[in-house]
């Protein structure tokens, strides 16, 4: 009897442990786990979808199990690749024994634990060796094998049109260098600020007459800065670039030179991804060297309250007329980097110098009314009499502005208005009580969208111009047959019966669609 109860006791062991999922609830039941730390972002339900779907970031991602011997000794090589890479690649992970339905969000099927993948926005996933090995250098090779490039490659064949050829308002870096391929570094600023400066790498090569035309012969690493379609560089910087110099390059460049303003671009210089440095951060939150305690929500700093100051006209595309728009947007230029002073006697608060006022928390961009029809007729209900050019403050995060109320767009009429709201002695306006049917700012700007939506509403009036002209023409062919046939009694009729049946297709069709 005693050995048929332990034959039964065996047999029911062996059926649970044979079973991986069995197997899996008898030892969460009946051990405990230490959890495996780590300073990388823990990943749920709950911030999967903001942090990783709808971001524009790299994510290297780890699907592990806290039961898995082998998932607790690569812990220490993950941690350390992703303090190595700085932030320039997120590392996340999903346990999947308390997440396991994260998986199915997953673009592939997890066969085994740990499983390292890739996961880019518009971009095809790959995914680590299962064999290994799992250590710092293979992790950093990966990430920088599956970090997509969007740096221009630039010859002397291509650079006049990499300098002229884009948006005049967006400055261009083009970086000259004994390199073959864009580092990581360079090409994560040029993917994340890429809808704000244009990015280019140029082999250094002492014959190029580039090269040699800038005096950078027998130079390995250089930066040119370029704004305008200028082929002279306003600024030049020889040596290798680390990732607080690069950062604080971008940073002089961005608020130093105005740039237009899209929808494409809304978010990272005026929306929620704005900050005083203009748009640019290297300290990212989810960077294992800044310290951070790690926790589900993965949630970043506080940003900086960002006033973004417009300047609307049509004669920006018009470099031969419009001084006057010039000098505005070198006094912009000029308030942004810090490089200004003038009399204040005007303001409503103070006489005191702009110079003594800070300035880091607007950013001035160009808006063209040409390229943005949308754009200009808004603002001119708000104020009386011509809005161009003219100057708007929008204050995304309250959701308020202000119009400029000068009568005269003049550098002086700038400086006090700008230091009025600064004081808070120009009261902001509501956006809801003014935009109407209108969302956001960005929503006034012009996109894909905006001229889809244009041509679909020319379309649509071709195609009711070409049905009218294709029924009348049916209709004249039709009572000249009936002319001959039956002549004029009979065209008669047959208009009076056409028009019956139009008039009931209106009065049933049309109530129909009233109704509806």
């Known amino acids: 009897e005693e050995c048929a109860v332990k034959f039964q006791q065996a047999a029911k062991a062996y059926e649970t442990l044979g079973e991986p999922d069995r197997r899996r609830i008898y030892d969460q039941a ?30 290297l991602i780890q699907v592990y199990s806290e039961l898995e011997p082998f998932c607790r000794s690569v812990a220490p090589s993950w941690d350390e690749a992703a303090l190595q890479l700085g932030g320039l690649v997120k590392f996340g992970r999903i346990n999947v024994d308390k997440h396991k339905s994260l998986l199915k969000k997953l673009p592939m099927r997890i066969r085994g634990y740990p499983t390292v993948l890739s996961l880019v926005q518009d971009e095809k996933s790959d995914v680590f060796p299962l ?25 002397d064949e291509t650079v006049e049109s ?63 800065v370029f704004h305008g379609k200028s082929e002279t560089p306003r600024m030049v910087l020889k040596g290798t670039m680390n990732k607080e110099k690069l950062f604080n390059l971008l940073i002089q460049v961005r608020k130093s030179m105005l740039i237009r303003l899209t929808r494409e671009n809304y978010e990272d210089v005026c929306g929620e991804n704005a900050q005083s440095s203009g748009g640019l951060d290297y300290n990212d939150p989810d960077d294992p060297s800044r310290n951070n305690k790690n926790s589900d929500s993965g949630d970043g700093e506080a940003k900086d309250d960002i006033i973004c100051v417009a300047l609307i006209s049509d004669q920006l595309n018009k470099r031969n007329d419009s001084g006057s728009i010039q000098a505005i947007e070198q006094h912009l230029s000029r308030l942004a980097s810090g490089s200004f002073e ?4 005007k303001s409503k608060t103070s006489n005191k110098k702009l110079s003594e006022r800070r300035f880091g928390n607007i950013q001035f961009v160009l808006v063209s009314s040409t390229e943005n029809p949308h754009f200009v007729p808004f603002w001119a209900k708000q104020v009386e009499g011509s809005v161009d050019p003219t100057l708007v403050a929008m204050y995304e995060k309250k959701e308020r502005f202000i119009m400029f109320d000068g009568k005269e767009l003049t550098p002086s009429s700038v400086d006090v208005w700008l230091a009025d709201i600064q004081n808070g002695e120009t009261e902001f306006e509501s956006v809801n009580s003014a935009l109407g049917d209108v969302v956001s700012f960005k929503e006034l700007l012009a996109s894909d969208v905006n001229r889809s939506l244009w041509k679909r509403i020319t379309s649509i009036e071709t195609s009711l111009l070409f049905y009218m ?30 028009s019956m049946a139009l008039e009931g297709y209106s009065f049933f069709f049309g109530d129909a669609r009233k109704r509806r």
């Open 30 to 59: 009946s051990a405990e786990f230490e959890p495996i730390p780590s300073s990388t972002v823990s990943l749920t339900e709950e911030n999967f979808k903001r942090r990783v779907l709808d971001s524009n970031d790299v994510w």
């Open 131 to 155: 064999a290994g090995p799992y250590t710092v250098p293979s992790l950093s090779r990966f990430a920088d094998k599956v970090f997509p490039n969007a740096v221009e490659t630039v010859t």
């Open 162 to 224: 990499f300098i002229g050829g884009k948006s005049e308002n967006m400055p261009k870096i083009l970086l000259l260098t004994k390199k073959s391929q864009p580092s990581l570094l360079y090409r994560y600023v040029a993917r994340k600020y890429g809808s704000m400066i244009s990015f280019g790498q140029m082999f250094a090569s002492n014959n190029s007459p580039f090269v040699n035309r800038n005096g950078l012969k027998n130079t390995a690493n250089a930066v040119l």
């Open 342 to 345: 003038t009399d204040l006697s």
């Open 469 to 498: 002209a294709v029924g009348a023409a049916t209709v004249c062919a039709v009572a000249s047959v009936i002319y001959r046939h039956l002549g004029a009694t009979g065209v008669v009729i047959f208009i009076m019966v056409f």
